[in-house]
């Protein structure tokens, strides 16, 4: 966690002119106890300025719907796209 709270760090003293793309793989994600992933989440989200974007790799839709549970109120719809399910959060 360390090296992610560093990461997030650096990231968020780039100039406010700039979007950057977060990506969580999902060998990331799922090595991650719930309370983490959760935690992982809202920190990630609550840097929204506008310009940057999240991508959530995660395998199972217990991880989705547990991500969706976290912040309800950001979540927006889900689209099934095959096997992949893609949920959106505002």
């Known amino acids: 966690m360390a090296v992610l709270e560093i990461g997030l760090k650096l990231a968020s003293l780039r100039p406010r002119t700039e979007g950057i793309l977060y990506i969580f793989d999902s060998r ?8 983490r992933k959760a935690h992982v989440f ?6 929204d300025d506008g310009l940057s974007q999240t991508l959530f790799c995660v395998n199972h839709e217990t991880d989705a719907e547990s991500l969706k549970d976290v912040l309800p109120e950001n ?3 889900a689209e099934q796209l095959d096997r992949l399910t893609l949920h959106t959060f505002l």
């Open 42 to 47: 809202r920190k990630v989200t609550s840097l």
């Open 28 to 35: 990331f994600f799922e090595r991650l106890d719930s309370v």
């Open 75 to 77: 979540w927006s719809n």
